[in-house]
């Protein structure tokens, strides 16, 4: 089920809201609503497989507490177990395929054995209950009772693309959060603008991308993709992807609150970063957080005497996000190419060499955008065409009659999408708040929520005429 859903928007979100607090003389009674209504979310798109992520609930809660009960050999060996069987599962829906494939005849024939639908969210929650059980482990999370790990795991808002939460930053909320009109009303307002970025922005910018794409694709290799409209199409891509992503973790954030759960924060307007060491401090902060505190600083981080270490550690951690995005040499080579440009910036001293704060920004736009159509690409050989066509390579021409009449249907999505990649809303805020008492405070306070409902009832009407809705890290 996704939150840019009717079923979601109009049954599913008002029921469960509505019996959250009718339940409100017990948090206990709550959380037992909230799981249950998390595995109803899951098993609405997964009746099958939501039986794996119960296994995985169940698997990790014995064995942390087992751990925690454990002497410090058994400790080890337990967490080694539970490292294996929790990538084993990721493998075997994930990665299998794409292995044995590579393996001549004998392994494709394996591979089409191996041909299961991938667990929608399964990379989001196996990566959780990996963090509760090494944090068991080192001892800075108490091993907690199945029922708590099973909320913590399933929680419907983060369960599907995150934020990938840390229970230690959850823990205490579980038992002990309190909600109120404030947390509710900033919620839903934080649900409405990602319902917004999502349907309104999102979706108008796929439609554009996929077309692009789709005439660079394999098999239509007679089709002419002239550079500006290749250019076009990776633009419309690298602002698809955020205003996707972006607006589900706004969702999740808002529902979060909604229920008196306060989530990390997943994105920090990245498309104003000028470098790609800040531009991945602000793009999925909770995976780049999990990457940091559970592989990169074990192995040693930047804190070792060897600086080939370093590069090694930098190395491994760029490999497997590619890997962790999915089975397809587009994705590892996209994480290495990250890997070198950090590498690049890192032993350059980027920041001080680079000192004009447009080239720095031109530069990391330049490159992210080139790096989304191979991250976007069906495979390298799409890849490959699609980034020779931006540059004229392949005898396309420049001008495109089809550039321009998405660019005129376009206009105003276009327009909006440049000026939300920017703080400019925050800065709004910001300076509202500080003028309290002035006559724009309160026509603001009036004209917002009348927005606020005209949003969301434009963005129903569009769900319920059936448009284009795809979600991209549905696919994780």
Same mark, same amino acid.
């Given at each position: 089920?996704?939150?840019?859903?009717?079923?979601?928007?109009?049954?599913?979100?008002?029921?469960?809201?509505?019996?959250?607090?009718?339940?409100?003389?017990?948090?206990?009674?709550?959380?037992?609503?909230?799981?249950?209504?998390?595995?109803?979310?899951?098993?609405?798109?997964?009746?099958?497989?939501?039986?794996?992520?119960?296994?995985?609930?169940?698997?990790?809660?014995?064995?942390?507490?087992?751990?925690?009960?454990?002497?410090?050999?058994?400790?080890?060996?337990?967490?080694?177990?539970?490292?294996?069987?929790?990538?084993?599962?990721?493998?075997?829906?994930?990665?299998?395929?794409?292995?044995?494939?590579?393996?001549?005849?004998?392994?494709?024939?394996?591979?089409?054995?191996?041909?299961?639908?991938?667990?929608?969210?399964?990379?989001?929650?196996?990566?959780?209950?990996?963090?509760?059980?090494?944090?068991?482990?080192?001892?800075?999370?108490?091993?907690?009772?199945?029922?708590?790990?099973?909320?913590?795991?399933?929680?419907?808002?983060?369960?599907?693309?995150?934020?990938?939460?840390?229970?230690?930053?959850?823990?205490?909320?579980?038992?002990?959060?309190?909600?109120?009109?404030?947390?509710?009303?900033?919620?839903?307002?934080?649900?409405?603008?990602?319902?917004?970025?999502?349907?309104?922005?999102?979706?108008?910018?796929?439609?554009?991308?996929?077309?692009?794409?789709?005439?660079?694709?394999?098999?239509?290799?007679?089709?002419?993709?002239?550079?500006?409209?290749?250019?076009?199409?990776?633009?419309?891509?690298?602002?698809?992807?955020?205003?996707?992503?972006?607006?589900?973790?706004?969702?999740?954030?808002?529902?979060?609150?909604?229920?008196?759960?306060?989530?990390?924060?997943?994105?920090?307007?990245?498309?104003?970063?000028?470098?790609?060491?800040?531009?991945?401090?602000?793009?999925?902060?909770?995976?780049?957080?999990?990457?940091?505190?559970?592989?990169?600083?074990?192995?040693?981080?930047?804190?070792?005497?060897?600086?080939?270490?370093?590069?090694?550690?930098?190395?491994?951690?760029?490999?497997?996000?590619?890997?962790?995005?999915?089975?397809?040499?587009?994705?590892?080579?996209?994480?290495?190419?990250?890997?070198?440009?950090?590498?690049?910036?890192?032993?350059?001293?980027?920041?001080?060499?680079?000192?004009?704060?447009?080239?720095?920004?031109?530069?990391?736009?330049?490159?992210?955008?080139?790096?989304?159509?191979?991250?976007?690409?069906?495979?390298?050989?799409?890849?490959?065409?699609?980034?020779?066509?931006?540059?004229?390579?392949?005898?396309?021409?420049?001008?495109?009659?089809?550039?321009?009449?998405?660019?005129?249907?376009? !206009? =105003?999505?276009? #327009? *909006?999408? &440049?000026?939300?990649?920017?703080?400019? %809303?925050?800065? +709004?805020?910001?300076?509202? @708040? /500080?003028?309290?008492?002035?006559?724009?405070?309160?026509?603001?306070? !009036? =004209?917002?929520? #009348? *927005?606020? &409902?005209?949003?969301?009832?434009?963005? %129903?009407?569009? +769900?319920?005429?059936?448009? @284009? /809705?795809?979600?991209?890290?549905?696919?994780?």
């Amino acid at each position: 089920m996704l939150f840019s859903s009717i079923p979601f928007i109009l049954y599913f979100l008002p029921i469960v809201f509505l019996g959250y607090y009718i339940l409100f003389f017990s948090r206990t009674l709550q959380n037992i609503w909230l799981l249950l209504a998390s595995l109803f979310f899951y098993a609405w798109g997964e009746p099958v497989y939501v039986f794996i992520m119960i296994g995985s609930i169940l698997f990790n809660s014995i064995i942390a507490l087992f751990i925690d009960k454990s002497n410090s050999s058994a400790k080890k060996a337990l967490l080694v177990i539970a490292i294996i069987a929790n990538i084993s599962v990721l493998f075997v829906f994930k990665y299998a395929g794409f292995i044995f494939g590579l393996m001549g005849t004998w392994g494709e024939g394996i591979a089409s054995n191996l041909d299961f639908a991938l667990p929608v969210g399964i990379s989001f929650y196996t990566f959780q209950a990996l963090s509760y059980v090494i944090d068991v482990y080192r001892g800075t999370t108490k091993a907690e009772n199945p029922f708590y790990v099973g909320l913590y795991i399933a929680f419907f808002p983060q369960l599907i693309a995150g934020p990938i939460v840390q229970y230690n930053s959850i823990a205490d909320q579980i038992r002990n959060r309190k909600s109120n009109f404030n947390m509710v009303s900033m919620g839903i307002s934080r649900f409405c603008v990602g319902l917004g970025k999502k349907i309104l922005l999102s979706n108008s910018f796929a439609a554009i991308a996929d077309h692009v794409f789709e005439m660079s694709a394999i098999g239509v290799d007679t089709v002419t993709v002239p550079a500006a409209l290749a250019w076009l199409g990776s633009i419309a891509y690298t602002l698809q992807i955020f205003f996707d992503f972006s607006a589900y973790s706004d969702m999740a954030i808002g529902l979060g609150l909604c229920f008196g759960f306060r989530l990390p924060e997943n994105f920090n307007y990245p498309y104003i970063a000028d470098s790609v060491t800040d531009f991945w401090k602000r793009w999925h902060i909770s995976l780049t957080d999990w990457f940091r505190y559970y592989v990169y600083f074990p192995l040693g981080g930047n804190r070792v005497t060897n600086k080939d270490f370093m590069v090694r550690n930098m190395f491994i951690v760029w490999l497997l996000t590619g890997i962790w995005h999915g089975a397809n040499w587009t994705f590892i080579i996209w994480g290495l190419f990250y890997f070198v440009l950090q590498l690049f910036e890192r032993f350059v001293d980027f920041d001080s060499v680079v000192t004009n704060k447009f080239i720095r920004h031109i530069y990391t736009l330049f490159v992210v955008n080139i790096l989304w159509v191979l991250f976007r690409a069906d495979d390298l050989y799409q890849a490959g065409r699609f980034i020779m066509n931006m540059f004229g390579i392949n005898n396309n021409g420049f001008f495109s009659n089809l550039a321009l009449i998405f660019v005129k249907e376009n !206009i =105003v999505f276009f #327009i *909006a999408g &440049i000026i939300f990649c920017i703080p400019v %809303i925050p800065k +709004l805020n910001k300076w509202f @708040y /500080n003028h309290q008492k002035t006559g724009a405070h309160t026509a603001y306070t !009036i =004209v917002y929520p #009348i *927005a606020m &409902i005209a949003m969301v009832l434009v963005c %129903i009407c569009y +769900l319920t005429s059936g448009s @284009y /809705n795809p979600f991209i890290y549905f696919n994780f």
